[in-house]
């Protein structure tokens, strides 16, 4: 079995520089943020997967050393130039890589195990968003020319013009589940929803942000 690498694209818990779609006071909103990104990092670590958390915003800032992962830094540009030069950077003949965002907190370990799981027979996998974006990127063997350089990111048409790029390119991939993202307020709404059914199910639950959902009064 090939390699697992696993990067978590992250961006420092600066207030009014993160989750600010959440309409949230900065301070909360960088708190919710910080969270999901301890969330997505306990949640998808296995023993053997090297996982990475890929900085951006304040490389400086203390959090980053109490996260007890691995840490690089994002490149220049914007978010598909970005992505792109990690796969590049990770991808080898015995690799398949992962890219992963912390908008998901609650998103499913399975999740993550499928699209490994489906490298081993397709070069791209997407995993797919209600919101119109993707939650989840992986490739295997070569980085796939599906990062458009006119690509409004943040809008209801990535995923659309991403797989559209991938199937101009001759490039197989598999598309995983669809899952939510957490931006909006009704995304955080529904999160809570979530959490409260999980917890009522007895099914295990994001440790941190069900924490700060309850201190900062969000249930």
Not at 32 to 45: E, G, L, S, T, W
Not at 111 to 130: E, M, R, S
Not at 191 to 211: F, K, T, V, Y
Request: proline share 7%.
């Amino acid at each position: 079995m090939s390699a697992e690498t696993l990067m978590i694209f992250a961006k420092a818990p600066e207030p009014g520089c993160v989750k600010t779609r959440l309409a949230l006071p900065p301070e909360h909103a960088a708190a919710v943020h910080a969270a999901f990104v301890r969330d997505v990092i306990d949640r998808h670590q296995r023993p053997h997967r090297r996982t990475t958390v890929w900085r951006a915003g304040d490389l400086a800032h203390p959090f980053w050393d109490t996260l007890g992962v691995a840490l690089d830094v994002q490149g220049e540009g914007g978010l598909g130039a970005r992505m792109a030069a990690a796969f590049a950077q990770e991808i080898t003949d015995d690799a398949r890589v992962v890219i992963l965002g912390t908008d998901s907190p609650s998103l499913p370990p399975r999740f993550v195990d499928a699209a490994f799981d489906a490298l081993t027979t397709h070069p791209l996998v997407i995993g797919p968003a209600c919101d119109g974006g993707y939650y989840l990127l992986g490739m295997r063997g070569a980085v796939a020319p599906i990062f458009l350089e006119d690509m409004a990111w943040g809008t209801d048409e990535v995923l659309r013009r991403t797989l559209a790029a991938a199937r101009d390119a001759g490039v197989d991939y598999h598309v995983l589940d669809f899952w939510y993202d957490v931006d909006r307020p009704a995304d955080l709404a529904l999160l809570r929803d979530h959490l409260h059914a999980l917890a009522a199910a007895g099914e295990p639950s994001p440790a941190a942000s069900c924490a700060v959902c309850e201190r900062l009064g969000l249930w």
